[in-house]
């Protein structure tokens, strides 16, 4: 994947792993084609060079925000950036202009708090940390400005976080939009999403990964 980096005996690299997806560690040989690599946990493997990334030394002990920042762009330094920030309950990275979003298995209320929702309003993609709500503030603009239907695509495996994602869309675009007109005393915003239920009842089977059928 991308260009091709000079890996030298004393290299630190990357090589995938049964356990762990992908395990760094350090050249101690090259023969021909194979490395002899001396991972983290002590133990030895040999692995074509084809096989092995290079490792950045110098990223961010707390990742990047925007993995177009990394450089090196293979999938161990991408899943790496992931993992450093989803540590740090940051689930939300960016690549360019699109979201990766990492399910955190656990409330995060402060994340989406009507404080949040006020300070994305508006604000320039990247301006402020990686968030669902500037994915919807840039559509929302766009829609505005350019007069024309708008979509978000929400993609992933089952129970990565699609439906919740799309709650939080909502509840967002239902605040940029919905809260003046009110129709039987109740705001756009509440009637959007007291419609939730009823799109989870049509929309979601219990999988495997993911039991919310409701
Ligand atoms: N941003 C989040 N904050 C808190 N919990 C989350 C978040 N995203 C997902 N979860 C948790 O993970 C569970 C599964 O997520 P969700 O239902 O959104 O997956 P899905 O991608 O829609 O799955 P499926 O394709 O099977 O419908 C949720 O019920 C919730 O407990």
Do not use: C
Not at 172 to 177: D, K
């Amino acid at each position: 994947m991308g260009t091709p980096v000079n890996i030298i005996v004393g290299s630190h690299v990357w090589v995938e792993d049964p356990d762990v997806a992908w395990i760094d560690g350090q050249v101690l040989k090259i023969t021909g084609n194979d490395a002899e690599i001396e991972k983290t946990n002590g133990k030895k493997v040999t692995a074509n060079l084809s096989k092995i990334y290079p490792k950045d030394m110098e990223a961010p002990a707390g990742g990047v925000d925007d993995m177009t920042k990394l450089s090196y762009l293979h999938e161990p330094g991408v899943l790496q950036n992931l993992k450093t920030r989803y540590e740090l309950n940051e689930i939300y990275t960016y690549t360019g202009n699109i979201l990766i979003a990492i399910n955190p298995f656990q409330r995060l209320p402060h994340l989406y708090d009507g404080h949040m929702m006020q300070q994305y309003k508006g604000a320039p993609l990247g301006e402020l940390s990686p968030h669902v709500f500037a994915v919807a503030d840039v559509a929302y603009r766009a829609m505005i400005n350019e007069g024309k239907s708008n979509s978000i695509l929400v993609s992933g495996e089952s129970g990565a976080g699609k439906t919740e994602t799309t709650k939080m869309l909502m509840r967002y675009l239902a605040f940029l939009g919905g809260r003046a007109a009110k129709t039987e005393g109740r705001t756009v915003e509440q009637q959007v999403l007291e419609s939730n239920p009823v799109l989870e009842a049509f929309g979601n089977a219990k999988t495997v990964r993911n039991n919310n059928s409701r």
